[in-house]
């Protein structure tokens, strides 16, 4: 699943792109783009035994670029960025709208919904009208892409849009 999502997501952006990974987990999409020749990415995630863990599968040129910290710290934005990507949290965050309120204007901002009903989900949605519904109020969706994984068992919705 992590290759496919992974690939739609690099595809988002442009190598001179400034990204801030907010919910960067152990930094697997954050390294894969940082060797891909992505200039910028800062990866933040709430976990300090996590983020150590993706400092020390880096070389140390890289270690700075992942911190952590929670997505309302104010050190976490206060580095120059004009693209957000939060991958895998709104599947199991139930602050998605106060996650987007903290992100600068104009920021371009890609992140997934779940498609497809689960315990551990604080929502789910049916199609993209549900999802321009939730968000039409913060964001200018540009597009939405539906991935599907496991024989359409599993609908993960890729959003990229622009912070208003």
Not at 12 to 37: A, T
């Amino acid at each position: 699943m992590s290759d496919y999502l992974y690939g739609n997501v690099m595809k988002q952006f442009s190598k001179r792109d400034k990204i801030l990974q907010l919910g960067c987990g152990v930094g697997s999409l954050g390294k894969l783009m940082l060797y891909s020749n992505y200039k910028y990415v800062r990866g933040v995630e709430a976990n300090d035994k996590i983020i150590e863990e993706a400092q020390s599968s880096v070389p140390t040129r890289h270690k700075n670029k992942f911190v952590e910290g929670y997505f309302d710290d104010d050190h976490v934005y206060d580095v120059e960025y004009d693209s957000v990507i939060c991958t895998e949290v709104f599947e199991y965050a139930d602050c998605d709208m106060p996650i987007l309120e903290c992100i600068k204007k104009d920021a371009k901002i890609v992140f997934t919904v779940p498609g497809h009903p689960n315990e551990a989900y604080p929502r789910w949605f049916k199609d993209e009208r549900e999802i321009k519904a939730r968000y039409k109020k913060v964001v200018s969706i540009k597009s939405i892409i539906s991935l599907v994984f496991n024989d359409d068992h599993c609908r993960t919705y890729l959003v990229n849009c622009v912070k208003k």
